[in-house]
């Protein structure tokens, strides 16, 4: 095996990346078993310690100092050098690892994404933006990922505010999932899926959490963990890269809304946030020619609050002891 390479499941038509920089405990991290994990040293990301990462790939300031840094992940999931083409090995089909892998670090200092002022939660959405449309320009990438994980439990490894950014050379199979379920939606009843959910949970707002002028926070209807939230922008566009200026400030307000509503609910509980942006259009005509119709980037937090086991892995499902209805209807309550 290549050091980074990617190996189809021909049932589940998955990818598993196996990537030889994953396999040893990159340095500076720790493996305490807390609710949040501690640094064994100072963290490589605060303000000072810049000669412990790579180069900056994007720098945000404030002032005479930085306020949010982008840098190359040292231990990479996939890595730019390589070409996307799958190779049969045997009866299955295998790939290089291509792709991009990047460390947004949200702060100088130790504090949270939701604590930040406004204005420094829209620098790290200006980042995520500003780094996916550097990365389109390199035609092998196909789809980009914004990923923030909090608390060790939902796999941080420092206690430093960052977030992620992964590009691919392939349409992973949830992303591809969703964007086949909204072109049958679109080509049945000629209406996106994402403006009908969006439509309805605004309309009866029993799983809406908050909402300003462009964007929904709520519980889904068939949330899959206790106080998992969706984020929905009003507006219909496919690609996250499209947000305006003015949508910065309002999903920044959004966010910070929902993750101190979850911080104070739930006593800073771990979590997963995805950020789900279309892939790129191809010069071929494909089965995604509608996505600009029918397609919505959206955001998805989830709370890791309950263990995923057998019968989950087993059937798909999921087990849930809390209603949305119920999880909406709390966190509304919460003053922020």
Request: hydrophobic share 40%.
């Amino acid at each position: 095996m290549i050091e980074t390479e990617m190996r189809q499941d021909p049932l589940r038509q998955s990818w598993t990346v196996f990537s030889a920089s994953r396999t040893a405990k990159p340095p500076l991290l720790s493996r305490n078993r807390g609710h949040a994990p501690e640094q064994t040293q100072v963290s490589p990301f605060a303000a000072g310690n810049e000669s412990l990462t790579p180069s900056a790939l994007h720098v945000a300031k404030s002032g005479d100092h930085w306020q949010v840094r982008v840098v190359p992940n040292r231990a990479p999931v996939l890595r730019i050098e390589g070409q996307p083409d799958i190779s049969a090995d045997g009866f299955y089909d295998r790939m290089d690892g291509i792709g991009a892998h990047e460390i947004i670090i949200e702060t100088p200092g130790s504090e949270s994404l939701e604590s930040l002022p406004l204005h420094a939660i829209g620098e790290v959405i200006n980042a995520w933006k500003l780094r996916i449309l550097d990365l389109a320009r390199d035609d092998r990438m196909r789809s980009f990922f914004i990923v923030k994980n909090s608390g060790e439990t939902a796999g941080a490894g420092i206690a430093h505010s960052i977030s992620q950014l992964i590009a691919m050379a392939v349409v992973p199979t949830v992303l591809r999932q969703k964007l086949t379920i909204a072109r049958d939606f679109f080509e049945c009843k000629k209406r996106s899926i994402f403006e009908d959910i969006l439509r309805d949970e605004v309309r009866v707002a029993k799983r809406l959490v908050y909402e300003n002028n462009g964007f929904a926070v709520f519980c889904p209807y068939a949330s899959r963990s206790p106080f998992e939230l969706a984020v929905y922008p009003k507006r219909q566009c496919p690609d996250f890269h499209g947000i305006s200026d003015q949508e910065n400030v309002q999903l920044a307000d959004a966010l910070k809304t929902a993750l101190l509503k979850l911080d104070r609910a739930l006593d800073t509980p771990p979590y997963n946030l995805a950020l789900f942006t279309a892939p790129t259009r191809t010069a071929r005509r494909d089965h995604w020619n509608t996505i600009e119709h029918d397609f919505r980037w959206h955001i998805e937090i989830l709370p890791r609050l309950t263990l995923i086991a057998g019968f989950e892995t087993g059937t798909g499902f999921y087990i849930n002891p809390t209603p949305p209805e119920d999880a909406a209807k709390y966190l509304r309550e919460i003053p922020v």
